[in-house]
């Protein structure tokens, strides 16, 4: 008999008065016995309408039957012959509008809890399989693809060509892999130990990763194929270009895009008592913005101990962010500012910010986005005090790789030009995928069209 009761098994977290003090996980992850109850919510559909609103069409009945039947290594081996990223995908992906958005138990009560379940039949894995190779192994010989980025969506790509035996070099411009992985996502959200033991899980099937390299610097594009021989190259190169709002004032000492504070905070280690990565530790910080990127700043902010206001211009009805971080970030104290757009940053005589000035803002009808449109209210401004303010409104892709790839065709804003099915390009033997091609999107949808493209990179390779 199915599990028939209306609630998801709670999720166990760390007390946000603690928690707002640590970078450790905030989610902790379900014990066997939750596991095997959650697992015995699902109802098995035949049509399985979960599946058809994941982006790499994970079997998800299949691997909770076998969670609900103790077989937790089965149930992982069903979701890694679809999503090579398990572990990451359980903690971040937003679950509530893909798969468990069609769960039928969410029509009567909540859905089934897809996404912890993928969690923990990750986390078990992992606990139980310290490093084992998986004896795949990719094609002896020179590396065939060449991959630029490894973010989800070139990894996704790599692991999907590895399987097939292809060898496949990815080449990362930052010291670290996982892109937004393991620079923007913090520790308290995603541990960077997972991030690593899924990325040497690629690794262990054959595929090489080169960081420190820059295609359009270190190397070209072109030149991956005429020096290095490669067949195919896969652009996932992402979209990590801020924007700005072009207020006065974003250039004082104390304002930061929200990737840059990120970035010294996840990759360099800033919130380490013994790291020597400087960071301006604010006591009164506004954040910009409403997404996750914006909620993943705040709660950083306030574990290095600060006040953090999230300055917001429409509701909270709006808020792109999901509601689980919005609901953490209120817990852990901090404050929401809605219908509000700063105009203004003002600074002290040496340079560092103390103010900002905000608008009141009011919703008018939607605009190009289907968004509630806001607009200022004349005479509605105020100033707060502030030491830090930190730009979480957006990034796009960087033009470097569109500025040395002659004949690469990219949108206006920057993306790249790619067809949807296969992540064709303008240019032959080139793929892209990813926030590379969307703008900002979610790690899912990256690896959906990393896999997407590791199928027509096949194809197109066969085929030369
Ligand atoms: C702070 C933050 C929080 C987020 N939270 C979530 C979340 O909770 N859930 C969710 O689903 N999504 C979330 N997202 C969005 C998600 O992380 C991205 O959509 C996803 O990472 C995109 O994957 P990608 O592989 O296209 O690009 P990225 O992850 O950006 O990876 C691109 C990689 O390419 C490298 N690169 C760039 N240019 C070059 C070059 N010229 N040469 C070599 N390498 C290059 C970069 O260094 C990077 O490592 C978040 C994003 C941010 C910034």
Not at 10 to 27: H, I, L, T, Y
Not at 124 to 146: I, P, Y
Request: aromatic share 6%; net charge neutral; charged share 25%.
């Amino acid at each position: 008999m199915p599990n028939m009761s209306l609630i998801k098994n709670e999720m166990p977290v760390q007390d946000p008065k603690v928690r707002s003090g640590n970078f450790f996980e905030v989610a902790l992850g379900y014990t066997e016995a939750q596991a095997i109850d959650e697992a015995n919510r699902c109802l098995g559909c035949k049509n399985k309408p979960c599946v058809s609103d994941c982006p790499v069409n994970v079997d998800i009945p299949a691997f909770i039957g076998e969670i609900a039947a103790g077989e937790f290594e089965k149930a992982y081996q069903i979701i890694t012959r679809y999503n090579s990223l398990p572990a990451i995908c359980g903690r971040v992906c937003p679950q509530e509008t893909q798969c468990e958005g069609k769960c039928i138990r969410g029509r009567k009560g909540e859905p089934v809890a897809i996404g912890r379940l993928e969690r923990f039949a990750a986390d078990c894995h992992n606990a139980r399989e310290e490093d084992k190779k998986t004896g795949l192994k990719a094609r002896a010989g020179k590396s065939q693809v060449a991959v630029v980025g490894s973010g989800p969506a070139g990894l996704a790509c790599a692991g999907s060509l590895a399987q097939k035996g292809y060898g496949v070099t990815i080449f990362e411009a930052l010291h670290v892999e996982g892109g937004v992985l393991s620079y923007g996502i913090p520790e308290f959200r995603l541990p960077k130990t997972i991030v690593q033991k899924e990325i040497q899980g690629l690794k262990n099937m054959g595929v090489e990763i080169a960081v420190n390299t820059v295609i359009g610097k270190t190397l070209t594009i072109d030149e991956l194929f005429s020096t290095y021989g490669y067949k195919a190259v896969f652009i996932g190169s992402g979209a990590g270009l801020p924007k700005f709002m072009n207020i006065p004032g974003e250039n004082l000492n104390g304002v930061y895009s929200a990737n840059e504070f990120l970035t010294r905070i996840n990759l360099m280690k800033a919130y380490m008592t013994d790291s020597s990565t400087p960071i301006h530790r604010g006591k009164k910080v506004a954040v910009v913005g409403g997404g996750n990127v914006a909620m993943d700043a705040a709660r950083c902010a306030r574990r290095l101990g600060a006040e953090v206001t999230i300055v917001y211009r429409r509701t909270e009805k709006e808020i792109p962010a999901r509601l689980e971080e919005v609901e953490h970030a209120k817990e852990e104290g901090i404050v929401f500012q809605f219908l509000t757009s700063p105009v203004n940053i003002a600074g002290n005589e040496k340079g560092w910010v103390n103010k900002i000035v905000c608008q009141k803002m009011a919703l008018s009808e939607p605009d190009e986005s289907g968004r509630a449109r806001p607009v200022p209210l004349e005479g509605s401004e105020e100033e707060a005090e502030v030491d830090c303010v930190i730009m979480a409104i957006g990034t796009s892709p960087n033009p470097l790789i569109k500025s040395t790839t002659a004949g690469l065709d990219t949108q206006k804003w920057g993306g790249i030009i790619a067809d949807e099915e296969t992540g064709q390009t303008s240019r032959r033997g080139i793929f892209a995928g990813g926030d590379a091609v969307t703008g900002a999107a979610t790690v899912i949808l990256a690896m959906g069209a990393g896999k997407k493209a590791a199928e027509a990179i096949d194809a197109y390779i066969k085929s030369i």
